[in-house]
């Protein structure tokens, strides 16, 4: 029996319908409160555990009826606000999950990772598995969790337990507008008229659902792996995901300096306001930045192929539009 922590979440309900396909017997694990819409199509066929990564005694419970563990469960954050909540959930709750695996006797631990627990040389031109990462870089809170959490995984293996870790780049999905990388869609639907130069890598949550259910089934072990397609500018992504929306597609460029004035100004409204800023420093920083990862070792390992770039947008864009006709 597989525990999925955070099968609720954008990635993890993809997971879960994974296993469903693959018939692998799991429980999908959310918080009390949680909001299980992603998956109320098929919600009558799920067992539903309740429990919290920051809760150790409700890990026990679940993890002691297990085999393995999925963790998914994690904070995607870049708002100075969520610094407490993002350590709690994706370092101290990661280590909650190995310590309980290793108490329970859980075999196996597949552990989401990110790009961003990966170190990155200045100038670098492609980043893969073995770019180390760099003490005392600036980094944001979220690079540094994702960091200290895939440690405590190590020290997992260290241990006994037999783990493998997946570093996914930008996640692309129809999911609610305001979660994670909906938010490039949702830019696009409302005809905002900026971008900013600079791309970015990222991939299908199709393929990383695939990946992460394939990877766990095997015999591969203490290795991580990057999940990502396509890099893509960010104006190439505006352009055809507005192309899809039928919308007017951003056409002016904000240089670097603009956006960090503008961060500055919305963090003085955030304050104000008590609302989010809608550009935060460390959203800033990824301004105008070109990174670019490779996907080689998950080719080789699992022969993965994944969806290009133009497919994942077009399909993400149809939901969308669904969704919205929907509501109306």
């Known amino acids: 029996m597989i525990v999925v922590t955070g099968a609720n979440g954008l990635l993890g309900s993809y997971v879960v319908r994974k296993l469903i396909e693959a018939q692998l017997p799991f429980v999908a694990m959310r918080r009390k409160s949680s909001d299980i819409s992603a998956l109320s199509d098929i919600n009558d066929t799920i067992q539903w555990v309740e429990g919290d990564v920051t809760d150790p005694d409700s890990l026990t419970e679940i993890f002691s009826k297990a085999t393995g563990v999925i963790h998914t469960a994690a904070v995607v954050s870049y708002h100075r606000q969520d610094e407490s909540l993002i350590k709690a959930i994706n370092v101290e709750g990661t280590r909650n999950v190995v310590n309980v695996c290793l108490a329970t006797g859980i075999k196996r631990l597949l552990h989401v990772s990110s790009v961003a627990a990966i170190g990155k040389e200045k100038d670098q031109q492609l980043i893969d598995e073995t770019s180390k990462w760099i003490e005392g870089a600036i980094v944001s809170n979220y690079a540094n969790s994702k960091y200290q959490a895939e440690l405590e995984v190590w020290r997992g293996q260290e241990e006994g337990l037999s783990t493998v870790i997946v570093n996914p780049s930008v996640i692309l999905a129809p999911t609610d507008w305001d979660k994670s990388s909906a938010q490039l869609f949702k830019y696009a639907w409302q005809e905002r008229p900026f971008f900013t130069a600079g791309s970015f890598s990222a991939v299908d949550v199709r393929d990383v659902a695939t990946a992460i259910v394939k990877l766990y089934s095997s015999s591969i072990e203490a290795e991580r792996f990057i999940l990502t397609g396509e890099p893509i500018s960010y104006q190439d992504f505006f352009t055809q995901a507005a192309k899809h929306f039928g ?26 306001t008590g609302s989010r800023p ?4 460390e959203t800033a920083q990824l301004a105008g930045k070109n990174f670019t990862y490779s996907n080689a070792k998950i080719k080789k390992a699992l022969a993965l192929d994944f969806q290009s770039i133009e497919n994942t947008i ?13 509501k109306k």
Not at 247 to 270: D, F, M
Not at 278 to 281: D, F, N, P, Q, S
């Open 247 to 272: 919308k007017k597609a951003p056409s002016i460029l904000v240089n670097r300096g603009l956006i960090q004035v503008a961060a500055r100004l919305e963090a003085i409204r955030s304050f104000l």
């Open 278 to 281: 809608l550009i935060t420093k």
């Open 314 to 326: 077009a399909w993400c864009c149809a939901e969308y539009r669904q969704k919205i006709s929907l």
